[in-house]
């Protein structure tokens, strides 16, 4: 059984356009092709990435916060109390009015004290500024490194200037090292995200942070093993151009240096917009869509990768609008305000976790950014 499934898998029908088979894109005459079987190596490289990301956050990142003056604020625990303790774990982290008013009945407390305990009880669980400050720190480095490292591998190529050129004798491309070791370690890196990502800053963007990891492992394996290889390389390099800008504003918004913080958020956004609303859509996905066509019919493999790179346009669409957003009230002076947000509660927020919890009103972020206070997709 497993091998019929294996077969109807790997049906050349499924992935290779008519009258081409998987023997086409054997090695020969010194000519390598892109093979699935390549692909397994970057699940322990992905461990590798997590070991060197663990030093790199020690020795690196927290002598840079220390440098760079992060400073993280004093926070007042909330006094044991099992009634609450209870609550909080078992049915949520903002009791309703009625809620309150029957563990103040149990725990002898006021309802004032009350909304106090699960404020400072939240803010307990809310990942430190030093925490933020290394991720990100962590993902700058890659991402930095990833462009450049990209941009050393395409732009010698005649299809990095002619988009035509990406289907020019498809499928039979063979490949060169630099393209292997880019994809490699492109899709290392996102494995090594998709597995620490329960353990990493929890943004309210956390389901579509998955559904992003998940397509872009999806859509890098895929293009992979059916050699889109051309197509790939130039996705993620496209990718990488502004991710390294908004983790380098994360860090300077981490390190109070608003000003610093504020300028390169303002390239990010230009460089994001660019990117990801114009050459991403009218370009790549023009080029992925309309070009093939002109060579041969479509089949299966045409459709599931458009069909994940339509998924990852929507995605791009959805954080544009948040840059956007946040970019018009910067720049018009308004107070800045996100529905993303998970900012630090203060003494003073009486009643507020009434209004969180009828969703009555969005909550103003730390610093003003809530971009800045929210992992970012990626291709990335």
């Not at 939240?122 to 450049?148: C, G, M």
């Not at 089949?299 to 946040?326: E, T």
Request: glycine residues 4%.
């Amino acid at each position: 059984m497993l091998q019929t499934l294996y077969d109807h898998f790997w049906w050349d029908r499924l992935w290779l356009p008519v009258n081409l088979t998987w023997a086409d894109l054997e090695d020969r005459d010194g000519r390598v092709y892109a093979k699935a079987s390549d692909l397994y190596i970057t699940l322990p490289l992905a461990l590798v990435f997590l070991i060197v990301r663990y030093f790199f956050e020690l020795y690196v990142a927290t002598p840079l916060a220390a440098f760079l003056n992060v400073k993280e604020k004093t926070r007042l625990r909330a006094p044991p109390n099992a009634t609450l303790e209870h609550f909080y774990q078992t049915n949520g982290k903002q009791p309703k009015k009625v809620e309150v008013e029957l563990l103040s009945r149990q725990s002898g407390l006021s309802g004032r004290q009350i909304e106090r305990w699960f404020r400072r009880r939240r803010n307990q669980d809310r990942p430190s500024l030093l925490k933020k400050f290394r991720e990100s720190s962590w993902r700058f480095t890659f991402y930095l490194i990833a462009f450049v490292a990209g941009m050393a591998v395409i732009v010698d190529k005649p299809w990095f200037y002619d988009l035509r050129k990406v289907w020019e004798g498809y499928p039979i491309q063979s490949i060169v090292p630099s393209q292997y070791w880019y994809y490699i370690i492109e899709l290392s890196f996102y494995w090594s995200l998709l597995f620490s990502i329960a353990s990493d800053v929890k943004r309210k963007d956390f389901k579509e942070q998955i559904i992003h990891h998940v397509a872009t492992i999806i859509l890098l394996s895929f293009s992979w093993f059916a050699n889109y290889v051309r197509a790939g390389t130039l996705i993620m390099a496209l990718h990488d151009s502004s991710d390294y800008l908004l983790e380098s504003a994360k860090m300077f918004n981490y390190a109070g240096w608003k000003n610093t913080c504020n300028n390169i958020f303002i390239v990010f956004a230009i460089v994001f917009i660019i990117t990801r609303l114009v050459i991403m859509p009218f370009w790549i996905l023009h080029c992925t869509l309309i070009y093939p066509l002109e060579l041969y019919p479509a089949f299966f493999g045409y459709y599931f990768f458009n069909f994940m790179m339509a998924v990852l346009q929507m995605l791009q669409v959805f954080w544009a609008y948040f840059i956007l957003r946040m970019a018009y009230k910067f720049i018009t002076g308004k107070v800045i305000e996100d529905e993303r947000s998970d900012r630090e509660e203060t003494e003073s927020s009486e009643g507020e976790e009434a209004a969180a919890g009828a969703g009555a009103k969005s909550q103003l972020l730390a610093n003003g950014h809530p971009i800045l206070n929210n992992n970012h997709p990626k291709n990335d």
